[in-house]
């Protein structure tokens, strides 16, 4: 965690910020370690406080010991207040921060200046250490596993919900502490929506089903989606698939550090272009994975991020077609010093006579 916070402080430092608020639970469980659901960090530069309620008391002292505690008897606000030195320069997060606690917190410091920062913590997160790529590394093999476990167990008359509930129980038989967003599971016409929700649906032969879930260990997130083949799907739906799954694997071999992210976006984008398919791209290559299943770096064309080594992302082209069905193929990347290691193993091409 010293590292950690020495990062954070050299950010503060160019910002020229005596103090720094901290109150999203990605930002405050990877500076500090804490868990609970309830929690505030005030870092100084020459102490960090870690601020939650009495029912965590125990727990902030174990995972935190690297911090002062504050265990709070009054309100969040107040006590953050009173740990900010008189005429200091905070920074604090803008997107968790609420608008009543800021102004409850100005109100009661003393000829203190607030400064909006960009997410120091999000974008320090950004370049993963050996510890969080290992935590990464068993949530993948997680979700891997339970994949390799559901394919025997679909059969004709199972629903999208059942297999949805199914493939999380799976994940969850091998250690996984939650799953790392809401299971994806789309059949037939319904796989043209991205991010469709399971219904009870049953599994339709001759069509595509895609399946997009994650594991979570110690914290850390998964991401895979396969777009399994049901039967023998018409011509045009094999066709989509083989061009995605193409498109996929060319843009995994262009992964570089050095390079924009928003390049493999555009590059993606070209490649559908060049089929007349660009149309039905419907959302960016990927995301950067880790505490939050969607963090920083964002690999879209408007991402301005440089790739770096350790730097953990998803490779996930989609072609969704109205009437027809969609098709996505996601892996989850690491950045190496000269390329990219896929992390997920499971087998991209799944065939199942229902």
């Known amino acids: 965690m010293n590292e950690r916070i020495k990062r954070l402080r050299e950010k503060m430092a160019e910002e020229k910020l005596s103090a720094y608020i901290i109150t999203s639970y990605e930002n405050y ?41 504050v265990i709070i008897s009054r309100s969040m606000h107040e006590h953050i207040a009173e740990l900010i ?16 606690m800021l102004r409850n917190i100005k109100s009661q410091s ?40 559901l394919i025997p167990q679909i059969t004709r008359g199972m629903t999208e919900r059942q297999a949805a509930a199914l493939l999380e129980y799976e994940m969850a038989k091998r250690g996984s502490e939650k799953a790392a967003f809401s299971t994806i599971a789309a059949s037939g016409l319904h796989s043209a929506l991205p991010h469709a929700e399971p219904q009870n649906n049953e599994i339709a032969d001759n069509s595509l089903f895609t399946l997009d879930f994650g594991a979570t260990i110690n914290g850390y997130c998964s991401d895979i989606t396969r777009t399994l083949i049901i039967g023998n799907p ?14 996929q694997q060319k843009c995994i071999q262009r992964v570089t550090p050095g390079m924009r992210a928003s390049e493999l976006d555009e590059y993606q984008r070209s490649l559908f272009a060049e089929h007349g398919m660009e149309k039905h791209v419907m959302h960016s290559l990927g995301h950067g994975v880790g505490l939050a299943i969607h963090e920083a770096p964002t690999v879209s064309r408007r991402s301005d991020t440089i790739l770096q080594k350790n730097m953990v992302i998803t490779i996930e082209p989609g072609l969704y077609i109205e009437n027809l069905g969609g098709v996505r193929i996601e892996d989850t990347v690491l950045v190496t010093a ?16 229902l």
Do not use: M
């Open 234 to 247: 018409a011509r045009e739906l094999q066709e989509l698939w083989e061009l995605v799954f193409d498109v």
């Open 85 to 100: 030195p008189c005429g200091a320069r905070v920074g604090y997060e803008t997107h968790t921060i609420t608008d009543f």
């Open 29 to 69: 469980r990877y500076f500090s370690g804490f868990t609970g659901s309830n929690c505030a960090l005030v870092i100084l530069k020459d102490d960090c406080f870690a601020l939650t309620d009495g029912r965590y008391d125990i727990q902030i002292r174990e995972q935190a010991p690297g911090f002062s505690h």
């Open 110 to 149: 003393e000829n203190s200046e607030f400064v909006p920062c960009p997410d120091f913590g999000e974008e320090i997160r950004a370049v993963k250490d050996d510890g969080e790529i290992s935590a990464i590394h068993r949530a993948v093999n997680c979700s891997d596993e339970a994949l390799a476990a």
């Open 338 to 353: 000269d390329g990219a290691e896929v992390l997920t193993k499971a087998p991209h091409r799944i065939n199942i006579k």
